[in-house]
């Protein structure tokens, strides 16, 4: 069946430090793969963008890399701050040709400690 | 204001009773999506418009969902004879993208839905 797995476990680190999260798929060939922020009681806010033939992009303290080799995808938070403490979620799309419509993770909550 | 903005964002119903929320996408917007979110997981998703055309309902769970976007603005979605596990967070998502461009969806804040 199709799958898009997160780390299973809240992600706790120290502030200052590199945090980083994984994203593993199967079963799709996407052309792209999107990351959110989701806070709580909030919607989701898209972060960044990488497309299948890219490698790594940036953005700030962000950074995202897209293996289509592995089926995996890692996001980087360098520096991290409590602020960045909320849930992540990875979205796969562009599979389908018809729709923009997105397959997300279950996400991953983390947690920066002052 | 200028983002996709959801109404009631709270609703109660009892199981049976018809339910409708609200969707106002940022203005312009061509292509307008529905998810669904449990607790504890990702958005799921219901269906998708490109402008006044619903081109995409495979992730509606059943018939007693149905959506609309009559005017290619304002979107409704309608869930009739509510059950239970109809009780999550429904997400509204707006793109100026037509299919395939990629470009991020932009969400509302949902409408927690709860059946009594």
């Known amino acids: 069946s199709q799958k898009i797995e997160q780390n299973s476990e809240a992600l706790n680190i120290q502030e200052g430090k590199t945090a980083t999260l994984t994203c593993n798929y199967t079963?799709?060939?996407?052309?792209?793969l999107q990351w959110y922020r989701q806070d709580p009681g909030r919607g989701p806010v898209f972060l960044l963008l990488?497309?299948?033939?890219?490698k790594e992009k940036r953005k700030e303290r962000l950074k995202v890399t897209f293996d289509t080799t592995l089926k995996q995808s890692l996001f980087h938070i360098t520096a991290s701050q409590p602020a960045d403490s909320a849930t992540y979620l990875c979205?796969?799309?562009?599979?389908?040709?018809?729709?923009?419509?997105?397959?997300f993770g279950t996400g991953t909550l983390l947690a920066v400690q002052p | 204001g200028a983002g996709v903005s959801q109404s009631p964002r709270y609703k109660v119903a009892k199981r049976g009773q018809d339910v409708a929320l609200r969707c106002d996408p940022i203005?312009?917007?061509?292509?307008l999506f529905w998810y669904q979110q449990a607790l504890g997981q990702g958005p799921e998703f219901l269906t998708y418009?490109?402008?006044?055309?619903?081109?995409?309902k495979s992730g509606l769970p059943s018939d007693r969902f149905f959506a609309e976007r009559p005017e290619g603005s304002v979107s409704t979605l309608k869930i009739q004879r509510t059950q239970q596990e109809d009780s999550a967070v429904y997400l509204c998502?707006?793109?100026?993208?037509?299919?395939?461009?990629?470009?991020?969806?932009?969400f509302g804040d949902g409408t927690r839905l709860s059946i009594l």
């Open positions: 998502a707006s793109s100026p993208a037509r299919p395939g461009q990629g470009q991020p969806q932009h």
């Open positions: 990488i497309r299948e033939n890219e």
């Open positions: 203005s312009g917007h061509v292509s």
């Open positions: 418009f490109q402008n006044e055309a619903q081109l995409d």
């Open positions: 079963n799709y060939s996407p052309a792209y």
């Open positions: 979205a796969l799309g562009g599979y389908g040709g018809a729709t923009n419509k997105l397959i």
